[in-house]
């Protein structure tokens, strides 16, 4: 009996798909606050290494929720974040408000909720100075992030860059201008 190649063919791939969908992730699986790692403490640690400490250069980290979500940024290679869900902590994604205009700088704010960053975007449909940097804030819903908006004035102006916010617990933003 002489087997149509076609068929074949089919039946290969249709096995693939089918064991490529029920193949699980190589992640590791991680649980608990911290991605599961020690909490910080008074000596210095690598972190992550592999993940978040890479042999790129690795720029900033920040956790919100008590440890329960991670951002972190790797220079030239973007801003992500992972979240503990349903017990167990996400694949690191880009964050959603990375573009062209750079993100990589940030801080996580200690109300355990909002990133402010830096950014080269336009802060309105009129502005198109693309050299000035302004600070702008994100928050963390549960289980994504509000839309990118700027701070007002007097944090952010025309005449000048505004960048690295450090936020205190009263709230008070310190940041540079220049």
Not at 135 to 154: A, F, M, N, R
Request: charge should be negative; glycine fraction near 8%; proline fraction near 10%.
């Amino acid at each position: 009996m002489k087997k149509s190649p076609y068929l074949v063919s089919s039946l290969a791939i249709i096995l693939l798909l089918l064991t490529g969908c029920t193949q699980k992730s190589d992640f590791p699986v991680f649980e608990g606050p911290y991605i599961g790692q020690s909490p910080p403490g008074s000596e210095p640690k690598l972190f992550m290494p592999g993940l978040i400490s890479t042999n790129y250069i690795d720029h900033c980290i920040g956790f919100l929720r008590e440890g329960r979500v991670c951002i972190f940024s790797i220079w030239e290679k973007g801003t992500y974040y992972m979240y503990e869900k349903d017990g167990r902590w996400t694949q690191p994604e880009k964050v959603p408000w990375q573009n062209e205009q750079g993100t990589t700088d940030f801080t996580a704010a200690p109300d355990g909720n909002t990133i402010y960053f830096q950014s080269r975007r336009p802060t309105s449909p009129y502005d198109n100075n693309e050299q000035e940097r302004n600070i702008w804030k994100v928050e963390w819903t549960g289980d994504g992030w509000t839309e990118p908006s700027p701070l007002p004035s007097p944090a952010n102006t025309e005449e000048f860059s505004e960048a690295y916010p450090s936020v205190t617990p009263d709230g008070s933003l310190y940041y540079f201008t220049g």
